[in-house]
Nanobody, 120 residues
Framework: QVQLVESGGGLVQPGGSLRLSCAVSGLFFSIYDMGWYRQAPGKQRELVAAITSGDSTNYTDSVKGRFTISRDNAKNTVYLQIHSLKLEDTAVYYC??????????????WGQGTQVTVSS
């Protein structure tokens, strides 16, 4: 059974920092590309940061320089370090695991999300 469990969210003041974690079990973690998404109330879910199985990273423009994605294959965990939080970063943050087999079949799994609220 595949499980992705996010943690580390909470209430933080503008300018603050958080580190989100996503612990993964039930799959061969090191071959999966991992992503952090977020969904604010009334908005579509968006990709904010991704890291490939080869440790290449990319970020959406609004978080560049403030968010850092990383992974620890020994712990089957992906992290999102967030600095300089802004009000508009308030959202539920989800992690996603993705793998595309040589057959073309895609394997996608989501976590349940963790709430990040930025408020003064």
């Amino acid at each position: 059974q595949v499980q992705l469990v996010e943690s580390g969210g909470g209430l933080v003041q503008p300018g603050g920092s958080l580190r989100l974690s996503c612990a993964v079990s039930g799959l061969f973690f090191s071959i999966y590309d991992m992503g952090w998404y977020r969904q604010a109330p009334g908005k579509q879910r968006e990709l904010v940061a991704a890291i490939t199985s080869g440790d290449s990273t990319n970020y959406t423009d609004s978080v560049k320089g403030r968010f850092t994605i990383s992974r620890d294959n020994a712990k089957n965990t992906v992290y999102l370090q967030i600095h300089s939080l802004k009000l508009e970063d308030t959202a539920v943050y989800y992690c996603k695991a993705n793998y595309i087999a040589s057959t073309g079949r895609s394997f996608n799994y989501w976590g349940q999300g963790t709430q990040v609220t930025v408020s003064s």
